[in-house]
Structures are given as C-alpha cells and as structure tokens.
C-alpha cells in the first residue's frame, strides 16, 4: 500500500527558529512536493524535487529552503519562521510522468508563535 | 490564473442525496483529477480523467469533462455521512510538473 509519511502532526516553534519538516515515502517515486494550504487559498506548491539532489521552485518559495538527499526523504526547511508561515504543510509523491496521480502524507499543522 | 475554481464554495446536503460539485477553469488541461481531504488530513485521489475523455465512473462517483466550456463536474450518488470532506479539482496543463489546486469545495452530510 502506498505511504507518505510526514515526521510531525503537529508543530509549534517561536519566531526566528529554524524549522525542519521531513516527509518519507516508499514507494520509489521520482517526484516529491511540498504544499502550504491556508483557508480561502487553497494548496499552494512550495517547492518540489524530480530527483535525488534536483529541486525547483513552487509559487510561493520565499521563506523556504527543501533538500533531498535520498530518494525516499524530501525535507522543507523553514530558515527563520515568521508568525506568516503558521499553516497546514502537505507532503506528497508522484511516479515519474507528469500529470500523475499524486500520494499525500497526512500533513504537519506547523504554528509559529 | 491556471487554477480551478469550486463552486459551490460549501454544499449541506441529507443521507442519501446526490451532491454536485462544479470545477471551471481558463486555460488548456492535459488532464483534471479530483482530491478529497477529510478534516486535518492530507487529500486522497478520487479520479483522473484525461482531456480526450468525457466521463468517468468509480463506485458512487461520477465525472465528466467539457472541455469546450473549460469545466468539470463531480457528482457523489446516495452520499453517506463518510463523504463529509473537501473536494477539491487540480489541473494538469502544459509539460508542467506539477499540478494546481482549486480551493475546494466543503461537502458536509448530515444523517
């Protein structure tokens, strides 16, 4: 069975922490993304990752760094959070090819006091 | 805008209804597919239909695809009080990798 897995549920860190949000999957897929979603706007793409050590930006970059070291571990790193990026972080994976199906992980709700 | 847009933004419906949710959007589609996401969740895919299709069945789901009018439509027969979620539409265009979400649309049944 497919599985996206995200490290935390729930989050809270303080302004100007460094923040790291790692997402594992298992299913040896190429292509790995990470989203914001906030109400009234919908998922927004951060960034995503087509292979080991590639990544290319979302809509909505600033503020955030990712890294993907392994196949399977997709990481978004929050330099120094803001009370602005408090939101619901999505993780998900997609087989090569584009417009496939994506596999979401159950998401961090991340508040920045 | 690539995105798609829900409508209804929120839609309260009885056990046993039907319910219908409509995407539009403005640009050319390789294919739309259609997420649910129970409350505090990640999204689970429903369906993909491709912009050569019509329509497309799975269990009590339905969906078609106008491309001539730029919209889609996903229709849940006999809804349960499981189908209580949002749905939302995300469009696959152009040799883009990615895909872009709609802000979805709140499906709430009650018994």
């Known amino acids: 069975d497919v599985k996206v897995t995200q490290s935390s549920r729930y989050l809270v860190k303080r302004t100007g922490e460094k923040v790291f949000l790692e997402c594992v999957q298992d299913m040896d897929h190429e292509n790995m993304f990470w989203y914001r979603q906030d109400p009234g706007l919908g998922l927004r793409l951060i960034y995503f990752?087509?292979?080991?050590?590639?990544?290319e930006k979302g809509d909505i970059p600033e503020g955030y760094s990712v890294s993907r070291e392994k196949k399977e571990r997709f990481s978004l790193i929050l330099e120094s959070a803001s009370t602005n990026q408090t939101s619901m972080y999505l993780c998900?994976?997609?087989?090569?090819?584009?417009?496939?199906?994506?596999?979401f992980g159950p998401g961090t709700r991340l508040l920045v006091l | 805008s690539q995105q798609g847009e829900e409508d209804p933004q929120a839609l309260s419906i009885q056990e046993g209804e039907n319910a219908t949710m409509n995407c539009s959007y403005k640009?050319?589609?390789?294919?739309l597919q259609w997420y649910r996401q129970n409350s505090g969740r990640g999204l689970v895919h429903l369906i993909l239909?491709?912009?050569?299709?019509r329509e497309k069945h799975s269990g009590r789901l339905r969906v078609t695809l106008d491309t001539s009018k730029k919209s889609s439509s996903l229709l849940i027969t006999a809804s349960r009080a499981a189908d209580t979620a949002s749905y939302f539409c995300a469009l696959h265009t152009g040799t883009a990798s990615k895909l872009t979400f709609g802000t979805g649309t709140r499906l709430q049944v009650t018994l």
């Open positions: 239909i491709r912009s050569n299709e």
């Open positions: 640009t050319s589609i390789n294919n």
């Open positions: 990752s087509y292979d080991v050590k590639m990544k």
């Open positions: 998900a994976s997609r087989p090569g090819g584009a417009g496939e199906t994506q596999y």
